[in-house]
């Protein structure tokens, strides 16, 4: 019996001292692009889109086509905050369904993502090697772009990396 109460008394401690350790939670609003995560949930898209580090990324990643996603996210909501990233989603006027387009911005590193559909082709702007590298919600995205049963890369998608 005294054995038992040893067992219980040492389980308790173990559990004690597990909860209060305290916790190395990410914070995701940190990073090189830490001063932008302001913008959350306002309509200051110009604000991120003309940020010298994000016009960077957006260079060296979309390359010749800033300008065209830039066009396809002309008429856009807030900024919104998915998985440490502004997101910005978007479409040409009076386009949508065929002139759309999404950027997303990690506030960690600064990298950039980006997604243009264009007279019906899908390109993704992406460093990522894989399909399933990229966030979940764009993936998503993505899909439901071109086909929505696709749990793997749909087919007609294009690359630009």
């Given at each position: 019996m005294?054995?038992?109460?040893i067992?219980?008394t040492l389980t308790v401690?173990a559990?004690?001292v597990?909860?209060?350790?305290p916790?190395?939670?990410?914070?995701?609003?940190?990073?090189?692009?830490g001063?932008l995560?302001?913008?959350?949930?306002?309509y200051?898209n110009?604000?991120l889109?003309?940020?010298a580090?994000?016009k960077q990324a957006?260079?060296?990643v979309?390359?010749?086509?800033?300008g065209?996603?830039?066009?396809?996210?002309a008429t856009?909501g807030?900024i919104?905050?998915?998985?440490?990233?502004?997101?910005l989603t978007?479409?040409?006027?009076?386009m949508g369904?065929t002139?759309e387009?999404p950027?997303?911005?990690k506030v960690?590193?600064?990298?950039v993502?980006a997604v243009?559909?264009?007279?019906g082709k899908?390109?993704?702007?992406?460093?990522?090697?894989?399909?399933d590298?990229?966030p979940g919600?764009?993936?998503?995205?993505v899909?439901?772009?071109?086909?929505?049963s696709?749990e793997l890369e749909?087919?007609?998608l294009?690359?630009?990396k």
């Amino acid at each position: 019996m005294k054995s038992f109460s040893i067992a219980v008394t040492l389980t308790v401690t173990a559990i004690l001292v597990v909860l209060s350790a305290p916790t190395s939670a990410q914070d995701w609003k940190k990073g090189k692009l830490g001063h932008l995560v302001r913008l959350i949930g306002t309509y200051n898209n110009d604000a991120l889109l003309d940020d010298a580090q994000v016009k960077q990324a957006m260079r060296l990643v979309v390359g010749k086509d800033v300008g065209l996603l830039k066009d396809n996210l002309a008429t856009r909501g807030p900024i919104d905050f998915i998985d440490g990233n502004l997101v910005l989603t978007g479409l040409a006027p009076h386009m949508g369904g065929t002139e759309e387009a999404p950027l997303w911005v990690k506030v960690y590193d600064g990298s950039v993502r980006a997604v243009i559909m264009h007279h019906g082709k899908v390109t993704i702007y992406a460093t990522d090697m894989r399909y399933d590298h990229l966030p979940g919600q764009l993936r998503s995205y993505v899909r439901n772009l071109l086909d929505p049963s696709y749990e793997l890369e749909p087919p007609g998608l294009h690359w630009q990396k």
